[in-house]
């Protein structure tokens, strides 16, 4: 039913629909992707009943999400980036069950707990025939055990598959040093609740079947890309060569926020790309209490230090972190907080429940169930999201350059950061700030477009004209988000349809044309999709 979005702009076009064909770096820039947590996001039946229970299993299913690929879709989502996918323990633990996916104990076997192989290609299927990309996430740093709190732990090898015997593994450590590569690569993980049995990922033997598992589970299942869970633990020296094998794109989880120990990854050419986590702190603190200066710096530092900033996943929230709302519920903020996200460099990336603005703290509280929220279509965030990935889509669409131009700084202060990205003609001009809704009403000028050119704020559906300067005056009310877009970019698209003139008196309209919007966008973004 859908076509692709990018077959007209892309040589490789087909190479979207039906069948994927190792997706690389180039393919995954043009995607947007939504992270889904399996057991949390939809079950077989569709059933929203009943609390579970945060540490135990809740019922989701590969089913339950290929059931409901439409409200993914309908937030102009491109990608879904999914838990993993192989056996993990069946034990129950101190700190809970495997309804993560992260516990792997059979590389060989299909994750039952989630659905049999023919449901996962099913999915994967669907998938495909909707011009979605599908991103596994896989675990290479260990194979796990439940603990029983005896040091050094005992672990029966045997139980594992492929890894069935101690000389796969390091010898046992805790780690104790964050700050020493040999120590936190080469050391145990967490024992506690379950031991994380690190495998030796130096030995030729251990690499090798994993460059030759995930080659097998890339083609066998037609995966897109893979995201590869704690890849700082394992050494540098194996990441290549694992990437290699996959024959797709692959983003591995550095989680750090100092510039010179995430980009390496790239300048050595370890990994494509990684969760940008150099933007993450600084984009969470201009929202509570900082300021917007450390993350322009932030930005610039990553782009002199990374070799692709382009291929780092801009993120607000994952299943690791605590919700954004979690320290501060205000809606605006949130909507200021994943603008930025769904129009900045990279590849932008939301967490299921982001979306249902959720305030779940860390782990395993910031994994809610999302049949919590009703799937709601009509949630400001959702909205929001929909829009501006379709604004993204619509900007790549015309001028594939839009992804490879840097964003660049209009303004950056206490309260503001602005920035125009894309060339002339599909560029789109944004500002955020971090004023809450109890913001003040005033007015900005805001450069960026070519004289007297014709403009749409995108979530208000306003319209107005840049003076001879190239400049137009933002009408700023309740600390909420502005997104200009040329109005002859957006024919066809079916975003802002109707627009009204913009001014000084007009912020109280906006409301009601953003529930306009979400109408539209709830038909099934047909418009701009087909
Ligand atoms: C492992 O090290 C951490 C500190 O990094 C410590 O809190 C924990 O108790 C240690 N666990 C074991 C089983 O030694
Ligand atoms: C990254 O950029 C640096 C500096 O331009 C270059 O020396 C290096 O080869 C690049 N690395 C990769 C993997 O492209
Ligand atoms: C916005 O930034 C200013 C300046 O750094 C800061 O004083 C204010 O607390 C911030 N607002 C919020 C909601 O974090």
Redesign the pocket.
Known sequence: MRTSIFSAVTAAGLAFSGFSQAAGIDEWKGRSVYQVMIDRFARTDGSTSAACEMSLFCGGSWKGLMNKLDYIQDMGFTAVQISPIVKNIDDHTAVGDAYHGYWSVDNYKLNDKFGTEQEFKDLVAEMHKRDLFLMVDVVVNNMVQKFDNVVPPKVDYSKFNPFNDKKYFHPYCNVTDWEDPKNYQNCWLYPYGVVLADLDTDSPAVADELGSWVNGLVSNYLIDGIRIDAAKHVNDDFLPGFVKSSGVFAWGEVLTGVTKDMCRYQTLGLLPGMPNYLEYYPLNE????????KLDKAKSDARSGCNDTFALGSFLENHDMPRFANS?D?MA?AQNAMTYILLNDGIPTVYQGQEQHFKGNGTPFNREPLWQSNYDQQAPLYVLTSTLNKVRNNAIKLDTSYLESKAETLRAD??HFCMKKGPYGSQVVFCI????SKGDKYQLPMKGFQPSEEVVEVLTCKSSAADGTGTITMYMDKGAPKVYVPTAALKGTGICEKTSEDGPDSAAASLGAARGLAALIAVGCAALLI
Do not use: Q
Request: glycine letters at 12%; a negative charge; charged letters at 20%.
């Open positions: 201009a929202f509570n209490g900082g300021s917007f200066e501060n205000d903020l206490t309260n700030t971090n004023k809450s």
